[in-house]
């Protein structure tokens, strides 16, 4: 069974918490996307208030920013286990894994659509796992886009075993796609969150 991780990429912490409470019972991960203007798109990313959010889920934190490795410990505080950050933002990688690994989480690096893999080649065996943009980094809603199929393999060959996520466009006929080419995470946003019955939605998903 395919790994589902709805993505949450909203402007107010009020809408995060709207959407974590509509599946926070139907997964064990929820991914949330922070986005700053190194994608010219702006999401809340405060993390202080997660620190008193009660819910059973497990959160992954998908860093669309500039400099990642600067806020990593707040989110580390605010209760945060999975941090995959993108190298577009990024001085120096080896840092930001360092970093991440200095607090004993999970570390991940994402690519955006434009991206060649040969960024993270080099780090493949110091990570937990790879996240591929299917569309443009930032705004959800976007349609998936064909090319990051031809990524998805080629992580896939370099990798070995490591988890693979996809992330942007994600619904039935995308997800079969990117997990016929390599994929074991799927991150979907609209899909699950515009359906009419989010658990059948995830369940559909999860069946690829």
């Given at each position: 069974?395919?790994?589902?991780?709805?993505?949450?990429?909203?402007?107010?912490?009020?809408?995060?918490?709207?959407?974590?409470?509509?599946?926070?019972?139907?997964?064990?991960?929820?991914?949330?996307?922070?986005?700053?203007?190194?994608?010219?798109?702006?999401?809340?990313?405060?993390?202080?208030?997660?620190?008193?959010?009660?819910?059973?889920?497990?959160?992954?934190?998908?860093?669309?920013?500039?400099?990642?490795?600067?806020?990593?410990?707040?989110?580390?505080d605010a209760g945060f286990l999975r941090f995959i950050g993108h190298v577009e933002g990024m001085k120096d990688i080896g840092n930001f894994i360092k970093t991440v690994r200095s607090y004993k989480k999970e570390v991940g690096l994402a690519v955006d659509i434009v991206t060649p893999v040969s960024v993270i080649e080099p780090y493949l065996t110091k990570i937990d796992n790879v996240l591929v943009m299917s569309i443009h980094t930032g705004k959800s809603g976007q349609s998936f886009m064909s090319e990051a199929l031809d990524k998805i393999r080629q992580v896939r060959r370099l990798s070995g075993q490591m988890p693979i996520e996809v992330d942007g466009g994600v619904n039935l006929e995308t997800g079969k796609m990117a997990v016929e080419a390599g994929v074991t995470r799927l991150v979907s946003t609209s899909y699950i969150f515009k359906a009419p019955n989010i658990q059948n939605a995830i369940k559909i998903l999860q069946d690829h």
């Open positions: 069974m395919i790994e589902v991780i709805p993505g949450i990429n909203e402007q107010t912490f009020s809408g995060i918490e709207n959407k974590l409470h509509l599946v926070e019972n139907l997964v064990p991960w929820v991914h949330l996307d922070i986005v700053d203007e190194l994608f010219n798109f702006s999401t809340f990313r405060d993390p202080v208030p997660f620190k008193n959010l009660k819910s059973k889920v497990k959160w992954e934190v998908h860093m669309m920013i500039n400099n990642p490795e600067d806020t990593v410990g707040d989110w580390v």
